[in-house]
């Protein structure tokens, strides 16, 4: 009945053009499965749902209560004045929502996926393994930020008189989109640490703490800091330098247009670190 | 012969009271553990360090800038010089790095996976538990975070000293009140536990306001007058705003003694209010079965 | 004919960090970890040809599920070769992944919050299945596993043996060609243990599937395999059929005999004569006696008593399995089955 013949041999992966092409859209299929399942089993917390948007809205209302009464004290930071800083800030939403949306797992993957052992799940099945921890659950409050970061920098810069020309609204979602990248990079590579040292959170919460710093002008730190955040944690490039190519002088314009190469190469590194890390996982037990 | 069946247990169970010595070192001794719990969590303490490194470094530039761009003529912001500004955030912050715990999230996480019942048949009180383990925990920070943020802090940022000698001694007492304070409202937090099944959006929405609220972000001197007068009647700024205006000297004499009595009563206060939550949630837990 | 899994001389270290006593011990522990190999799998060799059904056993850490692991593409050994159907599972782990199922039972593979039959729809898209394959193996499943009444209910409410069943289905319904199994009937009260029993030969004996399982339960391997690969510290101590594992630890057999007279066991004892032998019980009329295979035939021992005495009942017990097996696990190293020792000289010294 059953046929045995070349049973010996599993079917080689298929290289076709015609599978190639077919691969993202199966990719995007899976991952939109994903989403599916994660609105519906979360659907069944309808209340932690509201509670968890209310929080970030909270911490929102904090970040920009702070600003204001800060600039009520002076005219302008260093130069930099109060809509020229919450343009900034509405900016540096933008990448951090688009992040949050996929990114918690990142996050949370030590814990969730070394310690738990989740990771054996995810590598038997043949889907990127970092696909499917990214896209296993999503960070709803993302949405939160990126419609009040849009919010805020709209109110911020109509205050200022900002005109967008063409270019500037095809940069804006290219820079949102590159800073995203960074985000992910910089965790990608954190979490990855987490395959050679088993910590429960690693080196992810100091980092995720310098986020706040990265949104004022880095004008006023340090040079040394500023050196730091441009070459070795390149936040500043997730929110200072693409929003500068907005409402900062000329000074700031090459380095904005340079987001897209970091966001990239951030991503790229991690993601060999992440490659080279995943061999290493070991499981939990024997 | 029924009769002794009775109270045979009964003089069992008398026996089983534990000496007022033996109970606290049934606690020390949680206290003990928690320590040796965060000192197996290596990298997580190499990374707090860092992590309130920036908090303080983070700050200093944006205050520093403030100042720098005051208008013209005026020495105050919030009626602090930039010494005491820069004062102001190392002492939140590295007092922050002592006070914080986590009970709320521990807490919440035992009411959540069930383990709460396994507390709950042992001989001992779990608000006491939790307390003596947060206890167990600010020791650690204390010697494993605050002390060693404290010495590359201080040099790189430099701290002043508070206008009189004795302000040491009462920052000190301050501080180890503010724990209790926020052990406290960790405590309830954490109950909340008992009514809501995931309660991590909670917690973090708790963190983010205290921050705020505490002072630790922006001195109240900052703020309108109403918002001054309005925190007076909330507990959260004895968890930070009190101590470090202690150390500033802007708390002085009878002031100075009634703030610590303050904080002391909402430590109490709070203590009490966490006991009556407790009895009330496990009698709701216990009706819903869990 | 090429088997389809070829192992080869597979190698796995741990690193494992010893934590030192009291608060004292925390400290240097911050500074100076104190860090060990461990090696959990020592230098393992095997074949299996397709449609077998192996057992793989071997007590707790023995190294078992790390074996299993690293077949299934999770780990990545540290030395050593594995070839399933001529792809290295973890070097070709997404693609590989499609011919593979797995249950680990002490883990669910489903989504914890969602409805079982939510799980295999997006196991379906995942493993792109077709509509009409994917309703084929489910209605099979479906009836072979009775998931009817649980199959629109979260994963988290079902019982264990529910969710196993499921679990089976899960990894099952992309018609794999190799099934890994883990521990499948860990914790299952005898009906569940049963009908995964049951099961497992179903798919053995109408889907031809491959199928390597570890387990505890020696019931599982005697009534599925016929092949089984014993593993102590890491390295394999037995590979053959079961009947084979038997006949050299020394098959002992026991010889229940009824006699219609009382005798003692003396008296019987001089019946068989210099036969290697054993008289057990004492005086009356029943009596046990037991001997190796290997040294004696069960029929030369009946004809010396039955042709002596007038005999009302004999009863052989062969000794179970798991006697055998938890003989070999005290043992230690079973260089006492030196089945071990072919053709795996070559390894360290």
Known sequence: MHDRSGDNILPRRDTSWGRRLREPRRQGAIIAAYFAQFLKSRMSYRVDFVIDLTANLFSLGVQLTVLTVLFGKIDALRGWSYEQVLFIYGFSLLPLGLFNLVGVNLYNFSEQYIIEGNFDRVLLRPVNSLAQVMFSSFGINGLNELVLGSAVMIYAGGRYGLSFSAVDIMLLPVFAVSAALIFAGVFLGLTSVSFWFEDRMGLAPPVYNVIRFSRYPLTIFHPLVRALLTFVLPFAWVAFYPAAWFIGGEEFRLLALLTPLVGILTFTLAYVVWTRGSRRYTSTGS | ?????????????????????????????????????????????????????????????????????????????????????????????????????????????????GEIALQLIKPFHVQTVMLSEALGEALFRLLMFTAPILLVVVPLFGLSSPPDPALYGWT?????????????????????????????????????????????????????????????????????????????????????????????AWALGLFVLGRLLWSVSVKHVTLQGG | MEPLIRVENLCKDYQVTRRREGVWGGVVDLVKPRREILRAVDDVSFEIPAGEMVGYIGANGAGKSTTIKMLTGILTPTSGHVSVGGLVPWRDRTHYTRHIGAVFGQRTQLWWDLAVIESFHLLRKIYEVEEGAYRKQLDLFRELLGLDEFLHQPVRKLS???????????????????????????????????????????????????????????????????????????????????????????????????????????????????????????????????????????????????????????????????????????????????????GQEAGDA
């Not at chain 2, 965060?38 to 997580?44: E, I, N, S, T």
Request: glycine share 8%; proline share 3%; charged share 20%.
């Open chain 2, 172 to 264: 000190v007492l301050s501080f180890a009140l503010a724990f209790l304070v926020n052990a406290q409202l960790n405590f309830l937090v954490g109950c909340l536990a008992f009514y809501l099944k995931n309660i991590i959006g909670v917690i973090r929405a708790k963190m983010v306001i205290m921050e705020f609220l505490t002072g630790v972000l922006v001195p109240f001197t900052f703020f309108p007058a109403w918002f001054q007068s309005a925190m007076e009647w909330l507990p959260f700024q004895a968890i930070s705003y009190v101590p470090v205006t202690v150390y500033l000297g802007l708390r002085t004499g009878h002031d100075l003694i009634i703030s610590l009595i303050v904080q002391a």
């Open chain 2, 1 to 113: 012969m029924p009769e002794t069946a009775i109270t045979v247990p009964g003089n069992e169970f008398e026996r089983w009271r534990r000496g007022g010595a033996a109970t606290a070192g049934l606690y020390v001794s949680f206290a003990r553990l928690a320590f040796l719990k965060f000192l197996a969590y290596r990298l997580r303490y190499y990374t707090g360090v860092v992590s309130y490194t920036v908090f303080v470094a983070g700050n200093y530039y944006l205050f520093t800038a403030l100042f720098a761009s005051r208008p013209a003529g005026e020495e105050l912001i919030g009626g602090l010089t930039l010494a005491q500004m820069i004062s102001y955030v190392i002492l939140s912050w590295v007092g922050r790095s002592f006070t914080f715990n986590n009970i709320d999230r521990t807490l919440a996480q035992q009411v959540v996976q």
């Open chain 3, 160 to 342: 264990l043996g529910q969710r196993m069943r499921c679990d089976l289905a899960a990894a099952l319904l992309h018609g794999p060609r190799l099934l890994f199994l883990d521990e499948p009937t860990i914790g299952l009260d005898v009906v569940a243990k049963e009908s995964v029993r049951v099961f497992l030969r179903e798919i053995r004996d109408q889907l031809g599937v491959t199928v390597l399982l570890t387990t505890h339960d020696l019931g599982d391997i005697q009534q599925l395999c016929r092949r089984i690969v014993i593993i102590d510290h890491g390295k394999v101590i037995f590979d053959g059929e079961i009947d084979e594992l038997r006949s050299r630890v020394g098959d002992r057999i026991k010889l229940t005999i009824e006699l219609r007279e009382a005798a003692t066991s003396a008296s019987l004892a001089d019946v068989t004569g210099t036969m290697p032998v054993i008289w057990r019980a004492g005086d009356g009329l029943v009596h046990e006696v037991e001997f190796s295979r290997r040294d004696v035939r069960s029929a030369e021992v009946i004809r010396a008593v039955v042709n002596d005495r007038p005999v009302h009942d004999l009863r052989i017990e062969e000794q179970d399995i798991e006697e055998i097996v938890r003989g070999i696990y005290r043992r230690g190293d079973a260089k006492a089955t030196d089945a071990a020792d072919e």
